[in-house]
């Protein structure tokens, strides 16, 4: 994740004491923030915050769904009483955070029994979820149980979203979730994945955050997995002029004084282009933005470092774009030693980057600020892990070849 807001608005945010190694200042905490434990001494040291697909199972049918998920019953997810073993294993190897994710988590009906063994030993959990099933009495349920954020995914607004969805008055029950988490004090926010079909929506959506008064918006750039089609995605130009966007609407809003947390995810990149950015706007502090984003390393410290997946039948991946390539099962090993087994290729590689990305990223000298930004999408399109990723929207140029 690229936090623009505390990068380019030097506004501390939520999460800075694990993705740029410190907390906030006193006096400067974002309202609602939960408190981090286990403060990482480096981003390499940093456990797996883990994403756990508790069921495939979705009401929706999206367009670029990376679980490819329908409406329907899927064989073989993990049971109750295999859910709270894996919690307890994840809480044994501290993990910070556990999102509990789809296809739609609130489709299984033990989530809260799950999610509430996790707060017992001491996990924080998060919610990523589409929001329509979220009724006044299930965020109610959410609040109580202690979920620390909630993350409503839409893909435009209106009927752009239901296009994208594939359910009529899928907009409406989303923001009426939304709605619902705000009314009973959940820290909650939106997550949108740009493609071509929305983000020259981008301004109208900005208003929509300010209408709605959301605190948090992550922008997420297309991954290739599952229903996801590289066609769908921006082209490098465009990639840029949304991040022109992103970045001039975030600056507004916090020059106003309103308090929002405005993120971009699955490309590093774009923390190299706010640093060009700020180098032409505001030098003075250019650099401190700098060692913030080689602090936090990129792509190097996250799949397989910093972020981990596992899916409905327990196959764990370096990411939950990764589903095409399993390190072993938690039915049959912990996740804590197939996380830590380097005798895996890939795994291994994932670990030690800089000694196996080759080519055009290798050779940027960003490297240890982007780490090579998002390694399956290379896997994805290229076929090799290592090759150059073909999101980087940068020029030869502006990398230094």
């Known amino acids: 994740m690229i936090d623009i807001t505390r990068l380019y608005c030097d506004r501390d945010t939520p999460a800075d004491s694990l993705r740029y190694g410190h907390s906030p200042k006193p006096g400067r905490e974002m309202a609602g923030a939960p408190h981090i434990p286990r403060q990482p001494k480096s981003a390499a040291a940093r456990r797996p915050v883990v994403a756990w697909n508790t069921s495939r199972t979705c009401n929706l049918k999206c367009v670029h769904c990376y679980t490819d998920s329908e409406s329907k019953k899927y064989g073989g997810e993990l049971d109750t009483a295999e859910g709270k073993a894996l919690i307890e294993e994840l809480a044994a190897f501290q993990i910070p955070a556990l999102l509990f994710s789809g296809g739609e988590p609130l489709m299984r009906k033990d989530l809260f029994e799950l999610a509430a063994h996790a707060v017992s030993l001491g996990i924080r959990p998060t919610l990523s979820t589409n929001g329509t099933l979220i009724t006044p009495g299930v965020a109610q349920q959410i609040k109580d149980l202690g979920f620390t954020y909630v993350g409503i995914s839409l893909d435009g607004i209106g009927d752009v979203n239901d296009a994208f969805r594939g359910h009529k008055g899928a907009f409406e029950k989303a923001m009426a979730g939304f709605r619902n988490c705000k009314a009973v004090g959940q820290r909650v926010g939106l997550r949108l994945t740009l ?188 076929s090799d892990p290592w090759a150059p990723d073909p999101a980087c929207y940068l020029t030869d140029e502006e990398i230094g070849l």
């Open 195 to 382: 493609t071509r079909h929305n983000y020259r929506d981008l301004h109208r959506i900005f208003d929509f955050i300010e209408e709605e008064e959301i605190d948090r918006a992550c922008f997420y750039h297309l991954v290739y997995s599952g229903r996801g089609k590289e066609s769908d995605d921006l082209t490098h130009a465009e990639s840029r002029d949304a991040l022109d966007i992103i970045l001039a609407r975030t600056k507004e809003m916090h020059d106003r004084g309103l308090d929002k947390d405005i993120l971009t995810v699955d490309n590093h990149v774009d923390g190299i282009y706010l640093y060009l950015k700020l180098l032409r706007e505001a030098p003075e502090r250019a650099e401190a933005v700098m060692r913030l984003l080689k602090w936090n390393g990129g792509g190097m410290y996250s799949s397989g470092v910093g972020f981990g997946d596992i899916d409905f039948l327990g196959n764990v991946h370096a990411d939950q774009f990764w589903m095409h390539y399993s390190f072993g099962n938690v039915r049959e090993r912990p996740f804590s030693e197939i996380w830590m087994d380097t005798s895996d290729p890939l795994m291994a590689g994932l670990k030690d980057r800089r000694g196996h990305i080759h080519g055009r990223c290798r050779e940027c000298k960003w490297f240890d600020a982007c780490g090579g930004a998002l390694r399956v999408r290379a896997d994805l399109v290229r």
